[in-house]
């Protein structure tokens, strides 16, 4: 049985896929409806491929899931600063400075 976090992820992305095509088959009467289209539209894609990288994401260490919203807030607000703390974070991804030479998990 799989995790239930990832069906419902999968589900979500389907239901919000389907929803941004039905609702781009059919005329908008109100204009929330032109961007609830819009982000249904782009939020389904990311959840199904988020539903399908599920099992590799959970084996990322935590402090890099917690790292990018920080960059993405930084984009947002910082730009410049972006391109200097990427590559650091990206470094610090693949040294992995909590593993030994064994590869195991040093605790």
């Known amino acids: 049985m799989g995790d239930i976090r990832r069906h419902l992820i ?3 992305g389907i239901l919000l896929l389907c929803g941004g095509l039905v609702l781009t088959a059919l005329p ?3 204009e929330g409806m032109e961007s609830f289209r819009a982000a249904s539209l782009r ?3 990311f959840l199904v491929v988020i539903w399908l990288a599920f ?3 959970q084996r990322l260490p935590s402090w890099l899931l917690w790292t990018f919203p920080l960059l993405l807030f930084l984009l947002a607000f910082r730009p410049r600063w972006f391109l200097v703390i990427l590559p650091l974070v990206l470094a610090l991804a693949f040294i992995n400075p909590y593993r ?3 590869g ?3 605790r």
């Open 10 to 12: 999968g589900l979500f």
């Open 28 to 30: 908008s009467p109100w």
């Open 43 to 45: 939020l389904g894609p």
């Open 55 to 57: 099992p590799q994401l």
């Open 100 to 102: 030994t030479r064994g």
């Open 104 to 106: 195991r998990p040093a």
